[in-house]
């Protein structure tokens, strides 16, 4: 059986099987794989699955005590994710997390999957995390995570699986919490449903301006087909049918890709979102969306993802600097 972590426990027991299943972690290292090991990251994060490269300088910190969340992928130290707790918004905390949506669908609270405890699995490089079965939702989430020893490379794929009686329909919506301050940036859609190219979240429109159906705002610029946010202020939501299939957040010298797979004649119930933006003085949360999928008893549907963290030469501090970093940043590995 995998393991299944208390969110709170002071005295855990260790059993280590190489390749196979923990039942227990200590705040004290302990090697697992090669790659893999158990330590404690902070005091908000005391118990943590940690992959590290020694090649790349990269490593990452997963807890699976609270909802099987990535709380740290860093390069040279410097974490690019919000490691704080929480930042006072409804169902957030820090870190990257695994959700479930449409965000339209006003779904009731499921914390089993959002904060609950994972079982886990180990084998060099490389971590799985399960949910326990959610009876609220109908589902559970299973994780999956590599980290690419020679590169830092980390390789994601994202499971939901209907544990139901009943037919269910959910998108996957990835729900990464970086430290604010940065530029977020990708390329718009062409052929965009918006005239902007993009939308307003209508909860956080108070300094934008609207005028013959499109939005303006001194915190985002449309710089030749690629939007520029500068992520730290009131609190703001944004909306994209990007097609691309990454998006990036550059934080002075740490440069940040996720890449993901885009389905462009598939159901994005989002408001036609592949990616949403929401930022604060606290955080830049990236936002990636699968369609939405129907999914009979004992179904399950996958969404894949590629990280990259890039050290830059300079640091970047304006939206012109950070525009020019779009033109240098690889095609997506999938294929729409």
């Known amino acids: 059986m995998p393991t299944r972590i208390a969110p709170i426990r002071i005295l855990i027991a260790l059993t280590l099987l190489l390749g196979g299943v923990c039942f227990a972690e200590s705040v004290e290292r302990k090697n697992l794989a090669t790659g893999v090991y158990l330590g404690e990251y902070s005091t908000n994060w005391p118990r943590c699955v940690f992959m590290d490269s020694s090649e790349s300088k990269v490593s990452i910190a997963v807890t699976p005590n609270v909802g099987g969340r990535i709380v740290s992928y860093s390069l040279n130290g410097d974490n690019i994710l919000f490691d704080g707790a929480a930042v006072g918004r409804r169902n957030m905390a820090g870190g990257y997390q695994c959700d479930i949506g449409p965000e339209t669908l006003d779904l009731p609270e499921h914390p089993v999957l959002w904060s609950g405890g994972n079982g886990w699995q180990f084998k060099p490089w490389n971590v799985k995390l399960m949910s326990d079965p959610d009876d609220v939702t ?35 919506w990835d729900r990464t919490l970086c430290k604010s301050g940065g530029f977020v940036f990708f390329r718009l859609n062409p052929e965009s449903f918006y005239p902007s190219g993009w ?131 690889p095609p997506s590995p999938f294929k729409n």
Request: net charge negative; charged share 25%; aromatic share 12%.
């Open 199 to 329: 939308a307003i979240h209508p909860e956080f429109d108070a300094s934008f301006h609207f005028e013959k159906g499109k939005y303006s705002s001194p915190h985002i610029k449309n710089m030749d087909g690629v939007l520029v946010i500068e992520a730290n202020g009131k609190p703001t939501q944004i909306g994209a049918d990007s097609r691309d299939g990454w998006i990036a957040y550059v934080r002075g010298d740490l440069l940040f890709v996720k890449y993901f797979q885009v389905f462009p004649k598939a159901d994005y119930t989002d408001d036609a979102n592949t990616i949403e933006i929401f930022f604060n003085e606290q955080v830049a949360e990236l936002q990636l969306l699968s369609p939405e999928v129907a999914l009979k008893p004992k179904q399950n549907y996958s969404f894949p993802e590629k990280w990259t963290l890039i050290h830059l030469d300079k640091r970047v501090t304006t939206f012109k600097q950070a525009r020019k970093l779009a033109d240098k940043i």
């Open 138 to 172: 109908g589902v559970e989430i299973d994780k999956e995570i590599t980290l690419e020893p020679d590169t830092g490379e980390l390789g994601l794929t994202q499971w939901i699986k209907n544990i139901s009686t009943n037919d269910v329909s959910y998108c996957i």
